[in-house]
């Protein structure tokens, strides 16, 4: 009797061990690893870029959205966010006289992929570190009287920040500010004589992530 007694107990334990797998391995699975997301916010210029000497480039502040891919392994607080990004500028070009009526903007395209560091936390609120590198198309565009032109140029840039995340269940969202630097190439003269100008701003984002 106790054999028997035994054998069953063994069997039921196989079988539920049998069952409870397939839902362990279920969770493990269901685990979201991608996410997508998009954000927005306000854009501000630094440096040179906002300068408005001889050597600035008049850049006013202006805003920026975005939109994400956020590759999160479970359990792990390492993670990729590849995002696609718009800034766009105003100009200040003072008192000047001559250029009264002259409507001017900075645009930036930028493409980068970036590396997430989460801080562990319990609560609801996570810290993060952010940066990367990508590629960013600058782009001044001037317009007057119903005519306009623009000079532009694409050059590697990079980025870095900080933010903070706010767990709320399947969607999540985020407030964060990145430094992004990346150069521009002007033509001075029909001689071919560029001048390279440093292009800085950080971006305070709100997100949502899905």
């Known amino acids: ?6 054998i069953l107990g063994a069997a039921a334990a196989v079988a539920l061990a049998a069952t409870a797998a397939p839902a362990t391995a279920q969770s493990i699975v269901g685990v979201r690893v991608f996410h997508l997301g998009a954000r927005g916010g306000v854009s501000v210029p630094q440096g040179d870029f906002a300068g408005t000497d001889v050597d600035g480039l008049n850049a006013t502040t202006g805003f920026n959205a975005g939109v994400l891919l956020a590759i999160t392994p479970p359990a792990l ?6 995002e696609g990004s718009y800034d766009r500028f105003g100009v200040d070009f003072g ?3 001559e250029l009264d009526g002259v409507d001017a903007n900075w645009n930036i395209l930028s493409g980068t992929v970036n590396a997430t560091l989460a801080v ?3 609560g609801p609120v996570q810290p993060y570190l952010i940066g990367g590198v990508g590629m960013y198309k600058t782009e ?13 140029d694409t ?6 920040g900080a933010g903070l995340r706010f767990r709320l269940g399947v969607i999540s969202s985020f407030v964060e ?3 992004h630097t990346t150069t521009i190439e002007l033509d001075l003269d029909e001689m071919g004589t560029t ?4 292009i800085n701003f950080v971006p305070v984002s709100f997100g949502i992530v899905f």
Do not use: C, Y
């Open 195 to 198: 001048e390279s100008q440093r």
């Open 77 to 82: 607080p390492l993670g990729l966010r590849i």
């Open 1 to 6: 009797m106790t054999t028997h007694r035994w």
């Open 95 to 97: 008192d000047v006289p």
């Open 120 to 122: 562990p936390t319990a």
């Open 140 to 152: 001044l565009k001037v317009s007057d009287a119903g005519s306009s032109f623009s000079v532009d």
């Open 177 to 179: 500010a990145r430094f």
């Open 155 to 160: 050059q590697v840039g990079f980025n870095g």
